[in-house]
């Protein structure tokens, strides 16, 4: 048990520095396995809803993208911030 939770501490210390620099499919990546291997960790769901929140909203607000592109990936991210955190209000939103 210690070993995955330490497992689990390590990707959300690992993604949250990868949100940090916008990086925020590569800390979804990140926390997938934790996220496996934890699947009811709060820490993890947690840092898994911030990082599908600012992948949603990366694509969202990319201006280089066409709408074809970004709205589709921004709303599989935001649905999905939505199976982590039910009640986020702003993926509902959109």
Known sequence: GVALLMAANKAVDEAKALM??????????????????????????????EALMGNGDAYMYNEKLP???KYPA?????????????????????
């Open 67 to 69: 709408p074809f592109r």
């Open 20 to 49: 940090k620099d916008k990086k925020y499919e590569e800390a979804v990546a990140v926390l997938e396995p934790a996220l496996k291997a934890s699947p009811n960790d709060s820490g993890v769901k947690k840092t898994m809803a």
């Open 74 to 94: 921004a709303l599989k991210s935001y649905r999905r911030v939505l199976e982590f955190d039910k009640n986020n209000q702003k993926a509902k939103d959109n």
